[in-house]
């Protein structure tokens, strides 16, 4: 049964096999690296062109050049609406390359630098979803929230802590983890073995279904949240419920929220499956 708050579920999703995936999610969901390249782009033309045009020795020393290529990027990019960390990124980005260059660091420590944060954070301009971690406070109140015997999925487990903590606290339930950046999955692994209540999973979690669960947890960020709604309403059960950190589903009133007591001010938004919950009036 759908939410009476959510969209139509054939809003371009495709769905197979009782899979949903999330291919064409919102608007907010498109990759950010065209308009950054278009913004390093246009701000290196701006500037080899002015290096061109104007009789002035000093602009053409490298580091000038590349202040100049930050700023015009930086400014680009402004104008292209770009969540404002990315304009400090391209304020940034051309100055640390050519110093980073004059320290004559040998390449392969730029190799091992990429190979490693690869490993690590995986495909976030794909999954728009970086690594960050659910604090002890919330494990404890998420703890709180799961029913007597429940069976329990982490979507994007990370290092696995949540589910350490979880486990330690609720051994009536049986969790699962699943996680797709390399490094990060092999410390969950680690951080997990032996551990009877606990099943840690390599993959992507819209390949897994989520069938079976009683509740699926989800830190993720804004991007996923309306197609991760419609998975969970087209795989889990009525009764069965979807937590969110932080990230609420678009136009789903969640019921209830978990105000946790922790310095980030953690919000918990749990929807329950198949619950009809009124749409309350926006002041
Ligand atoms: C914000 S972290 C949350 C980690 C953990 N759940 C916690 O609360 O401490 C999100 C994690 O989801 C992982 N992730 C993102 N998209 C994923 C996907 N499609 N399949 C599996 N893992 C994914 C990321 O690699 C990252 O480790």
């Known amino acids: 049964m759908r939410h009476p708050c959510a969209g139509p579920l054939a809003d371009g999703h495709p769905v197979t096999a009782g899979i949903i995936h999330p291919m064409s999610l919102t608007s907010t969901s498109a990759s950010p690296l065209r308009p950054a390249l278009f913004a390093q782009l246009g701000g290196a033309l701006i500037v080899f062109a002015l290096a061109y045009l104007l009789p002035v020795t000093w602009l053409r020393q490298p580091l000038i050049l590349a202040v100049l290529q930050g700023l015009c990027a930086s400014g680009i990019s402004w104008k292209l609406d770009a969540p404002r960390w990315w304009c400090l990124i391209h304020l940034l980005f051309m100055p640390l390359v050519v110093i980073a260059l004059a320290l004559q660091i040998a390449p392969g420590w730029y190799l091992a630098a990429f190979v490693l944060t690869l490993l690590i954070f995986w495909r976030t301009d794909k999954s728009r979803v970086p690594l960050y971690l659910s604090n002890q406070a919330t494990a404890m109140a998420v703890a709180d929230l799961l029913p007597t015997n429940a069976n329990v999925i982490d979507i994007g487990c990370g290092d696995g802590h949540l589910l350490r903590r979880l486990a330690l606290t609720r051994p009536d339930c049986l969790f699962t983890g699943i996680e797709h950046a390399p490094a990060t999955w092999l410390v969950a692994r680690l951080l997990n073995m032996g551990r009877r209540n606990v099943t840690i999973r390599y993959g992507d979690f819209w ?72 749409a309350k009036p926006q002041n």
């Open 207 to 278: 390949q897994h279904s989520l069938s079976g669960y009683d509740t699926v947890y989800a830190f993720l960020s804004p991007a996923p949240m309306p197609a991760l709604w419609d998975k969970v309403q087209a795989e889990l059960g009525s009764g069965k419920r979807l937590i969110s950190n932080s990230f609420p589903v678009p136009d789903a009133p969640a019921d209830p929220v978990i105000e946790v007591d922790d310095p980030r001010q953690t919000q918990l938004y749990c929807y329950t499956i198949g619950l009809k919950t009124i």
